[in-house]
């Protein structure tokens, strides 16, 4: 259709009229001339020019502004012309941005992390500068948004910070540039977030319980002092039955029952009685619960890479060591805690590189962090609880045949030096969901989601 619109005009007959024949040749001109006038972004496009070659380079952005030479090349690439603007306005282009900005909630971070409000700002303005200045805001949101939902927002550097995963490198220029080319911006942005189902079911947690809020379900005053109360809350969280929400009287087996789901999803001694930690843990506010699952959801963008092929996965709010294959977990073995060394370590990949046995009979991991600016603890090891014997079993399908070998189920009284490194990837997590859409939470032991939760504004 495209192509029969800018066809050239057909021959025309003796009999066609001479005002048909210019007609017919103005309409294919403009054709080709309606390109050339729709850009109208020359006025915007000289005052780019100017800040482009001020010192430095002011886009909102620390990412962006460290990658000055490249983004002024990428401008001067394309004649200076705007990315989101026109002598007119704002394109389209940076509207799409400006509401991906807005709903950056629903990734649990915030609009104002990215200069929102002055480009809401700038948005209304026919001002030359004001729209230049808007393209450059609008290029380094689209860089620092990037960065986060790739990364996290947590940052690894300078002193030593909860995460110390080694970032994604993101080229900056590159970004505007697809930005610039992209027909769908939201699909480009949508793209960036990846496919991990763990991150994808937290943010789908964080909605249900803002719904609840948002909608007054959540019941309200002293819940642990009234049955009903109770009912209602363990009903909604999914832990008993929704026939038993309304039933009247007292503490009976179906409240037991759900009290001990409740206190085992959140990492307590499940013996269906009403201690003060089971209380605490139910009368946490809603709103507390939505903050603890943003500070998670950020957590989870730590895991910046697919969790492919063999390996070890160690949540330290949990201390249960998982063994994943194909992103699958295959078994668990429990981790003796040891808060001196626990207490300090960061989120990193790394991998462990020998087992032995620790002075108690129990198997030790060796490990060492793939990030060589993270100084581990000499020493560091992680002490496996249960039988060594069974435990070497689970652990020999993760080592190569040679080390399996040498690693006989009766005899380890050596250290093994792994020919073949197993990956490790160390965590805190306080809050995760399951495959079946269950909310596990743990008590925060290493009090990190305070500093978290001040870091991403909440």
């Given amino acids: 259709m495209r192509g029969a619109l800018l066809a050239p005009p057909t021959a025309l007959s003796p009999r066609t009229p001479v005002w048909k024949t210019l007609a017919a040749a103005a309409l294919f001109a403009s054709a080709f001339l309606m390109p050339a006038q729709a850009a109208n972004n020359e006025i915007v496009g000289a005052a780019l020019k100017a800040m482009v070659a001020e010192a430095p380079l002011k886009t909102g952005s620390a990412l962006a502004d460290a990658n000055r030479d490249k983004i002024r090349a990428y401008y001067a690439s394309r004649s200076f012309k705007p990315v989101w603007s026109r002598d007119a306005g704002p394109k389209g282009k940076a509207r799409a941005l400006a509401r991906e900005l807005q709903t950056s909630l629903s990734h649990a ?5 990215y200069g929102f409000d002055e480009i809401v700002r700038l948005m209304a303005s026919k001002k030359p500068e004001d729209l230049a200045r808007l393209d450059f805001l609008l290029s380094g949101a689209l860089v620092d948004y990037a960065h986060d939902l790739v990364n996290g927002r947590a940052t690894t550097s300078g002193a030593i910070v909860e995460n110390r995963v080694n970032p994604i490198l993101l080229d900056p220029a590159k970004l505007i540039e697809q930005a610039a080319d992209s027909g769908n911006l939201p699909q480009m942005i949508a793209g960036l977030v990846g496919k991990d189902r763990r991150y994808l079911r937290l943010i789908a947690k964080m909605v249900e319980f803002k719904r609840l809020e948002r909608n007054g379900f959540w019941p309200s005053g002293d819940i642990t002092a009234s049955p009903k109360a109770m009912r209602t809350a363990l009903s909604i969280t999914g832990d008993l039955p929704i026939n038993q929400a309304t039933k009247a009287g007292p503490m009976d087996a179906p ?48 895991q910046n890479r697919e969790a492919a092929g063999n390996l070890l996965y160690l949540n330290l709010a949990d201390t249960a060591l998982k063994l994943v294959r194909d992103d699958k977990t295959v078994g668990e073995i429990a981790v003796v805690r040891d808060d001196a060394l626990f207490r300090d ?27 060589t600016n993270l100084a581990l603890p000499p020493k560091a090891k992680l002490v496996l609880g249960g039988n060594a014997v069974q435990n070497l079993s689970l652990l020999k399908p993760f080592m190569t045949e040679a080390d399996g070998a040498k690693a006989t189920a009766a005899t380890l009284n050596e250290k093994i030096v792994l020919a073949k490194p197993v990956p490790l990837f160390l965590t805190y997590l306080t809050a ?22 001040a870091k991403l504004g909440l």
Avoid at 109 to 113: A, E, H, I, Y
Avoid at 261 to 284: H, I, M, V
Avoid at 286 to 294: A, E, F
Avoid at 432 to 453: E, V
Wanted: no cysteine; aromatic share 8%; proline share 5%.
């Fill in 109 to 113: 971070l915030q609009p104002s992390f």
């Fill in 255 to 302: 409240l037991r029952a759900a009290l001990k789901s409740y206190q085992a999803r959140n990492g307590l001694a499940a013996d269906g009685k009403l201690g003060p930690a089971t209380a605490k843990a139910l009368e946490t506010p809603l709103s507390d619960r939505i903050t603890k699952l943003k500070v998670n959801i950020e957590r989870r963008r730590w």
């Fill in 345 to 371: 370590l960061p989120t990193f990949y790394g991998q462990v590189t020998a087992i032995t046995r620790s002075t108690g009979g129990n198997l030790a991991l060796s490990f060492e962090a793939e990030n």
């Fill in 432 to 453: 995760w969901a399951t495959r079946d859409g269950t909310l596990q939470l743990r008590p925060d032991r290493y009090s990190r989601d305070g500093a978290l939760k």
